[in-house]
Nanobody, 122 residues
Framework: QVQLVETGGGSVQAGGSLRLSCAASGYIYSTMGWFRQAPGKEREGVAAITSRGTTTYVDSVKGRFTISRDAAKKTLFLQMNSLKPEDTAMYYC??????????????????WGQGTQVTVSS
């Protein structure tokens, strides 16, 4: 059973930056992703990255967010720049067992962290 723990959330003003980290309890060779859920909204995929480094992003974060992973340290990252109030949400990392392509569809992910809150004020 893989355990994922997110850190790095916080409160920032619009235009600011945050870097989220997700530590895995073991090596993950499949695709990993970041998702977010704002109050009253459904969870949405933000970005995903394969073990070879292929990435995909939801349109609303392209050019502002960067997903990366450090296999040796078993850690997933999400660098978030130029943050907007609409980025406010609980952010979750996830891993998909047997998932080898970049996907932001939550149905393809099996392991989830508990989330870290990101709040962006205007």
């Amino acid at each position: 059973q893989v355990q994922l723990v997110e850190t790095g959330g916080g409160s920032v003003q619009a235009g600011g930056s945050l870097r989220l980290s997700c530590a895995a309890s073991g090596y993950i060779y499949s695709t990993m992703g970041w998702f977010r859920q704002a109050p009253g909204k459904e969870r949405e995929g933000v970005a995903a990255i394969t073990s070879r480094g292929t990435t995909t992003y939801v349109d609303s974060v392209k050019g502002r967010f960067t997903i990366s992973r450090d296999a040796a340290k078993k850690t997933l990252f999400l660098q978030m720049n130029s943050l907007k109030p609409e980025d406010t949400a609980m952010y979750y990392c996830a891993a998909g067992r047997g998932l080898w392509y970049p996907s932001v569809s939550e149905n393809e992910y099996n392991y989830w962290g508990q989330g870290t809150q990101v709040t962006v004020s205007s």
